[in-house]
């Protein structure tokens, strides 16, 4: 059996992922907005599913690495940051069946690219990462606003298409943790949407 340091390879992948985060000013906020968020819900819900926490924990922090690093690849930056995450982890002695199972994890994390989950992890973090949009409203609504540069009422009906897929992605014990956030979320979005 393969020995390795989980702690300091966890360490060196949020010290990576984090200072990419803050490299530039318009994506500082992603850390504390959704990653964290995604890290957190992805270990609530595997505790409850007895999952691999090793395995979620870094594919909660490394999901959006390769989007974080360059925003141009937004489409395909789950294929980018899952071959990112191979390369990384391979580099920090990680066991390579938990890099294949980080790697299908975060190739399948994407909602608008509907993917057959293989693993509970991967359904996890599918889950997580819907979750922490819907718990984020305030950095949902600066991506809708501030980086897509929408009006009101267009900014409002992108968002609530995003949060009901979101919804729809998510697994049933994620929508309970979830549920009070998502109705409070809806209900703004559609009073804005009916003033149109």
């Excluded at 994506?27 to 995604?38: A, G, L, S, Y």
């Excluded at 992890?121 to 809708?144: F, G, T």
Aim: charged content about 35%; overall charge neutral; hydrophobic content about 40%.
């Amino acid at each position: 059996m393969q020995k390795y340091n989980y702690p300091k390879i966890k360490k060196e992948v949020e010290t990576l992922v984090k200072n990419a985060c803050f490299k530039t000013v318009t994506r500082d906020r992603i850390w504390e907005f959704h990653i964290i968020p995604v890290v957190r819900f992805s270990k609530e819900l595997g505790g409850k599913f007895g999952a691999d926490l090793e395995v979620l924990e870094l594919a909660a922090l490394m999901h959006d690495y390769a989007n974080i690093l360059d925003r141009k690849i937004e489409k395909d930056h789950h294929t980018r940051s899952a071959e990112l995450a191979r390369e990384i982890l391979a580099e920090l002695s990680f066991p390579e069946n938990k890099i294949k199972h980080v790697a299908d994890c975060i190739e399948a994390h994407r909602g608008s690219v509907r993917q057959k989950h293989k693993t509970i992890e991967s359904e996890i973090l599918a889950s997580a990462d819907a979750m922490s949009h819907i718990s984020e409203p305030v950095a949902m609504m600066h991506l809708a606003f501030r980086v897509l540069d929408n009006k009101v009422i267009e900014g409002a009906s992108w968002l609530r298409g995003k949060i009901e897929r979101d919804w729809e992605k998510m697994m049933p014990e994620g929508r309970e943790i979830i549920k009070d956030d998502y109705e409070k979320m809806m209900k703004m979005l559609d009073d804005t949407i009916k003033r149109r």
